[in-house]
């Protein structure tokens, strides 16, 4: 039981690369998150998923994109990176159950750098 | 919306004195509110979480947290910190019902002195 996997751990692009982060899970959750982290902010919400096939904007989703094509995995989308993209990319996970809340579970992170 | 609040940034304690974190929070409904830690390369960690009933909760570790309704705060303590605590420390607030969204205060990093 891996828990929370993200691919690649670290990528350097340059400014109008693009990429595709990975996050994969093994608990069968149904909900899935991106987070970014930069220093002094926290985890910014950028997308999140209710189920496979649907996607939704969090907090900053400006400059990505995500797809659910299967449950397990969560797809991040860069089209053309900047570098106010560079930072640290979390992707968490979740189980649902009506009208409680469920502990997010996360992976080790992507450490972006674009320059 | 929600937001928090982790007013100190840095914290620096020596090993085996205690700890508070402070956490202020803004939401208009009663809130979930969560600790989580991240050692230095790693994801992030459930500490404890809140959601209702007895307003001190217990975490792992030896963590516990108090919610104050009347100050919108939810603080972390340790009543005796180890070398091992060190790292950055966060508290979230939750939106139920919507994706079980967290909202994440900036974070509070801790140095421990040996």
């Known amino acids: 039981n891996a828990g929370v996997t993200q691919t690649p751990k670290f990528r350097v692009l340059k400014t109008g690369q693009s990429m595709t982060l990975l996050c994969a899970q093994d608990?069968?959750?149904?909900?899935m998150y991106w987070y970014r982290q930069d220093p002094g902010m926290g985890l910014r919400l950028i997308h999140y998923?209710?189920?496979?096939?649907?996607?939704a904007k969090g907090e900053v989703p400006d400059g990505y994109n995500v797809s659910r094509l299967k449950k397990q995995n969560f797809l991040l989308g860069l089209e053309s990176a900047a570098p106010s993209q560079t930072s640290v990319y979390f992707c968490?996970?979740?189980?649902?159950?009506?009208?409680?809340?469920?502990?997010?579970?996360f992976g080790p992170g992507t450490r972006l750098l674009v320059l | 919306a929600q937001s928090v609040t982790q007013p100190d940034i840095h914290i620096t304690v020596s090993e085996g004195a205690s700890l508070e974190l402070r956490c202020n929070y803004s939401?208009?409904?009663?809130?979930?509110l969560f600790w989580y830690v991240q050692s230095p390369g790693q994801g992030l960690q459930l500490l404890l979480k809140?959601?209702?009933?007895?307003?001190l909760v217990q975490g792992i570790k030896g963590f516990e947290a108090e919610f104050k309704r009347s100050q919108s705060s939810f603080n972390l303590r340790k009543p005796s910190v180890h070398w091992s605590d060190a790292a950055e420390y966060f508290c979230?607030?939750?939106?139920?019902?919507?994706?079980?969204?967290?909202?994440f205060g900036g974070g509070t990093r801790l140095m421990v002195k040996p």
């Open positions: 968490a996970s979740s189980s649902s159950t009506s009208g409680m809340w469920e502990t997010q579970y």
């Open positions: 608990m069968n959750h149904e909900y």
């Open positions: 998923s209710v189920g496979e096939g649907t996607t």
């Open positions: 939401y208009g409904a009663t809130p979930y």
């Open positions: 809140y959601f209702s009933g007895d307003t």
């Open positions: 979230a607030v939750g939106v139920p019902n919507a994706g079980n969204m967290l909202t």
